[in-house]
């Protein structure tokens, strides 16, 4: 427990990240579980309460609910273009956006030395972990860019609509390319810096560990595959 929110281990946090991908956009199982897939879904809502970021659980939780319930219940009824353009967008919604949510807790909650330690703890190669590392710096900096060129263009009233479309996509992406470029360098300069990648084991003064809420969520994130692995080797039994 930190400042009143709870703090989950970064290992579930990229078993939760990881079995998202495998069950809900990829639609491991099929029908086996397709009716525990929107409880499922829930848990980034849950995780964003717990970190007390109820703004973004609830939008989460509104926006995938009705996608959802269009899916199920509209879009049997519907045929042609608007159908296939509603299918297109429920489909993103509900597939996407619980890895998408997930995937944001991860990078909003974790540490760059969290993420280092635990990537340590399950004997990672640096090969992958060091560039992972820098990615967990690289997107909440281009999200901070990003932010500053939108604070920037509304000084300078340059919005969507009349004549300045043009204006607001030169000068909102050129920025962003050119800052993405350059950030990428820094973040490699400052990994250097730092022996990242050195022959020497680096020690780490982060302390992690598995509490309570982590073995729930680890144990919630296991489910899925005993069920699955199940289904499997009833199938090829009968």
Request: net charge positive; proline share 4%.
């Amino acid at each position: 427990m930190k400042e009143g929110k709870l703090v989950f281990d970064p290992r579930p946090k990229l078993l939760l990240l990881f079995t998202m991908g495998v069950f809900v956009l990829g639609n491991a199982g099929g029908d086996l579980f397709d009716r525990y897939t929107p409880l499922f879904c829930i848990v980034p809502m849950i995780l964003f309460v717990l970190d007390g970021k109820w703004k973004t659980g609830a939008w989460y939780l509104i926006l995938y609910a009705v996608a959802y319930g269009l899916y199920i219940g509209i879009l049997p009824r519907l045929s042609g273009v608007i159908g296939y353009l509603l299918l297109a967008c429920c489909g993103i919604l509900t597939r996407f956006l619980p890895g998408i949510m997930t995937g944001s807790y991860l990078i909003r909650t974790t540490k760059v030395s969290e993420f280092n330690a635990a990537m340590e703890r399950m004997h990672v190669s640096e090969k992958i972990s060091i560039p992972l590392s820098v990615m967990f710096r690289f997107f909440p900096t281009i999200a901070d860019e990003f932010s500053s060129i939108n604070d920037a263009m509304r000084m300078r009233d340059i919005r969507f609509g009349g004549k300045n479309v043009t204006k607001m996509i030169e000068y909102r992406l050129v920025p962003l390319l050119v800052c993405s470029a350059k950030i990428g360098e820094e973040l490699n300069a400052a990994a250097i810096t730092r022996g990242l990648g050195a022959d020497r084991k680096r020690t780490n003064v982060c302390q992690i560990g598995f509490h309570a809420q982590d073995y729930i969520l680890f144990t919630l994130c296991v489910i899925p595959y005993v069920i699955w692995a199940g289904a499997l080797i009833r199938s090829l039994i009968v």
